[in-house]
T-cell receptor
Framework: NAGVTQTPKFRILKIGQSMTLQCTQDMNHNYMYWYRQDPGMGLKLIYYSVGAGITDKGEVPNGYNVSRSTTEDFPLRLELAAPSQTSVYFC????????????FGEGSRLTVL | GQQLNQSPQSMFIQEGEDVSMNCTSSSIFNTWLWYKQDPGEGPVLLIALYKAGELTSNGRLTAQFGITRKDSFLNISASIPSDVGIYFCAGADRGSTLGRLYFGRGTQLTVWP
């Protein structure tokens, strides 16, 4: 059971570089999300999608972009990496039923130097 | 965004002790969920609550949806070393997009053998 798969697990970037965090799910969920987790701060929503072709901003979208061309994939793009984007990033998916039961990937740890 | 206050921030207990943690929100929630995050992993759903006053158990874990709809608590009985991790409360309010969750900052639990 693959569930939600994120790549890469670890990455170090230099300031100003760009990269894409990949996320794919095999549960046929319509809803997908990107969160970032900073120590002691819980999970903050970056972007979310309610279906292919539909995306919207969460609480902390600045510096990020997303796309949703298929139900399975929801990549997160960092265009000009900054030290403030050093964090652990989690992708999640859900069926969208009332209750918000989300399934999370294992996370991608990003360091910007 | 919604404010979720989760307490305590950390707990250090001995194996066999009971644990209690709680979460309060600034507004009414329709759903409360409790997640556990093991080191290096993504959060995993423990218990979901959908009705005010609801009391739900999952093995040694018991969670309740507060009557005011603004709080929830999680109890762990007879703790064991594998209970170590970060516990997050999460909630969905009436105004949020279906499936969108707000997270508390987490309770770091350490269990001494």
């Amino acid at each position: 059971n693959a569930g939600v798969t994120q790549t890469p697990k670890f990455r170090i970037l230099k300031i100003g570089q760009s990269m894409t965090l990949q996320c794919t799910q095999d549960m046929n969920h319509n809803y997908m999300y990107w969160y970032r987790q900073d120590p002691g701060m819980g999970l903050k929503l970056i972007y979310y999608s309610v279906g292919a072709g539909i995306t919207d901003k969460g609480e902390v979208p600045n510096g990020y972009n997303v796309s949703r061309s298929t139900t399975e994939d929801f990549p997160l793009r960092l265009e000009l990496a900054a030290p403030s984007q050093t964090s652990v990033y989690f992708c999640a998916s859900g069926a969208g039923r009332a209750g918000g039961e989300l399934f999370f990937g294992e996370g991608s740890r990003l360091t910007v130097l | 965004g919604q404010q979720l206050n989760q307490s305590p921030q950390s707990m250090f207990i001995q194996e066999g002790e009971d644990v209690s943690m709680n979460c309060t929100s600034s507004s009414i929630f329709n759903t409360w969920l409790w997640y556990k995050q093991d080191p290096g992993e993504g959060p995993v759903l423990l218990i979901a609550l959908y009705k005010a006053g609801e009391l739900t158990s999952n093995g040694r874990l018991t969670a309740q949806f507060g009557i005011t709809r603004k709080d929830s608590f999680l109890n762990i009985s007879a703790s064991i070393p594998s209970d170590v991790g970060i516990y997050f409360c999460a909630g969905a309010d009436r105004g949020s997009t279906l499936g969108r969750l707000y997270f508390g900052r987490g309770t770091q639990l350490t269990v001494w053998p």
